[in-house]
């Protein structure tokens, strides 16, 4: 992972004291998660004129929140940033505004764009789109919530989750648009659309989850 340029100081706080509590929570939303969001996240803050130590604590922090409320986890995730004690002695209160409106815009279901780059980077990277890997966290995500070990019982509900948010016309949005993220998302648009194709391969990513 690219965190060479990153204080030792403050990946230690966060490793030590931030990012274990992911492990509270579902299956999609582990420490990996945060790990593949931080290093996404600091690939594409290289185009941009940011600070990276900011750059890094909202990849840290984006989805802390789900461990308050998951509809509001957006809004929790940026009030436990700003009122993280080691934060508020690390950086000024102006960066501190700036990472919690990032973490707050970070969702994929808000319509409004994210208020600054900052945003706009956490929200590309929270994407990690990769047919398989958003196949493999959406089934993750309901065996979470149910109690079935039969793959044709959650079925309907990975795949209608797919279409909402993936498909076309779904509410994903894509602000900074790379190049990587759009080629990912019309592969798995083309496996979304292809119902045969789609049943197969999540079957086939239920099957090894599950072995």
């Not at 939303?29 to 996404?40: A, T």
Request: hydrophobic share 40%; proline share 2%; net charge negative.
């Amino acid at each position: 992972m690219m965190l060479q340029n990153i204080d030792p100081l403050l990946i230690e706080y966060c490793e030590r004291n931030i990012i274990p509590k992911y492990k509270l929570l579902d299956l999609a939303h582990q420490p990996n998660h945060v790990f593949d969001v931080i290093e996404k996240s600091l690939i594409i803050a290289k185009d941009y004129d940011v600070n990276i130590q900011m750059i890094y604590v909202v990849a840290v922090f984006h989805d802390i929140g789900l461990l308050v409320n998951r509809k509001t986890h957006h809004i929790d995730g940026g009030k436990i940033l700003k009122d993280d004690a080691f934060i508020q002695n690390y950086f000024t209160t102006d960066e501190i505004v700036i990472m919690k409106q990032a973490v707050e815009d970070h969702r994929a279901s808000n319509d409004d764009a994210p208020r600054t780059i900052y945003g706009k980077i956490i929200s590309e990277a929270d994407r990690l789109i990769d047919p398989d890997q958003i196949i493999l966290r959406t089934i993750q995500f309901r065996l979470s919530g149910s109690n079935s070990e039969d793959f044709d019982a959650i079925y309907e509900d990975v795949k209608a989750h797919l279409i909402d948010k993936y498909g076309h016309g779904g509410y994903l949005k894509l602000w900074l648009k790379t190049e990587q993220n759009e080629t990912q998302l019309s592969k798995l648009r083309a496996i979304i659309d292809d119902e045969d194709e789609l049943y197969k391969k999540a079957k086939h990513i239920f099957n090894t989850i599950r072995k």
